[in-house]
């Protein structure tokens, strides 16, 4: 029913910036929530950020003051600023949505592909 693809992940150096990009296709009605999580090799997934239909944003405590979530409405498109990387944020990012699909309250969740960050010291 939706389908999310991530760009923007890559190489830098600590202190660098990236911007990941999620676009969402589909049957959407409207979102509920957009987030992005990262997984590091022998770490569960955690979430990064999050933001709320009502614009309401939290962040991973480590990554507060440095990554910014955002969203473009008309684009159906969310998007994670990263800066002052560091090489503990190198991990795979997913993009996560919540996800209204009808008028009848059905609602979709799912994940992007991964997009691998790499943060060298």
């Known amino acids: 029913q939706v389908q999310l693809v991530e760009s923007g992940g890559g190489l830098v150096q600590a202190g660098g910036s990236l911007r990941l990009s999620c676009a969402a296709s589909g049957r959407i009605l409207r979102f509920n929530e957009m987030a992005w999580y990262r997984q590091a090799p022998g770490s569960q997934r955690e979430l990064v950020a999050i933001?709320?239909?009502?614009?309401?944003?939290n962040y991973l405590d480590s990554v507060k003051g440095r990554f910014t979530i955002s969203k473009d409405n008309t684009k159906n498109t969310w998007y994670l600023q990263m800066n002052s990387l560091k090489p503990d944020d190198t991990a795979v990012y997913y993009c996560n949505a919540l996800v209204l699909t009808s008028g009848d309250g059905e609602t979709w969740h799912g994940w992007g592909q991964g997009t691998q960050v790499t943060v060298s010291s």
């Open positions: 933001i709320m239909s009502d614009d309401i944003k």
